[in-house]
């Protein structure tokens, strides 16, 4: 009997020793598995994160063109209006004899329609400037 206890004895530490190695390698799993699921986790994370980076990067590339081209066109359309303007420039400048014929006329062209303004304005100074070249009525004696 003292041998069928120690048999006993000897069966119920093995299973102690076996619950335990079993309890050490399912927590060593669960600690695995765990590992494994929070790595899944970032790396889907940082995955989402580039992508989304990418993403920005074309918008921004996308964008940076768009001004670009906006800022070409506005280049081109100052330059075909000062080349119009050139245009008229030199045909108004061939069409007079002399740069001054070009600026006297210039300045009729700007102050020719307000002149009647001017001169019929009985409140103005500049208008009565030229009161004394008005001809006056010729008395007879």
Not at 8 to 31: D, F, G, H, P, W
Not at 76 to 87: F, T
Request: without cysteine.
């Amino acid at each position: 009997q003292a041998r069928s206890k120690a048999e006993l004895t000897r069966q119920e530490m093995l299973a102690e020793q076996n619950k335990a190695k079993v309890e050490a390698e399912t927590s060593r799993i669960q600690a695995v598995i765990q590992a494994e699921q929070e790595l899944s986790v970032k790396i889907t994370r940082a995955q989402r994160e580039l992508e989304v980076a990418r993403l920005e990067n074309q918008a921004a590339e996308a964008q940076a063109q768009a001004i670009l081209a906006k800022a070409e066109g506005d280049r081109d359309v100052v330059r075909l209006d000062n080349l119009a303007q050139s245009g008229v420039l030199k045909a108004q400048s061939q069409a007079f004899p002399s740069g001054m014929a070009l600026a006297r006329y210039g300045l009729y062209h700007k102050i020719g329609p307000r002149i009647g303004s001017i001169l019929a304005s009985d409140t103005g100074t500049l208008g009565s400037l030229f009161t004394p070249y008005l001809s006056a009525p010729e008395q007879k004696p």
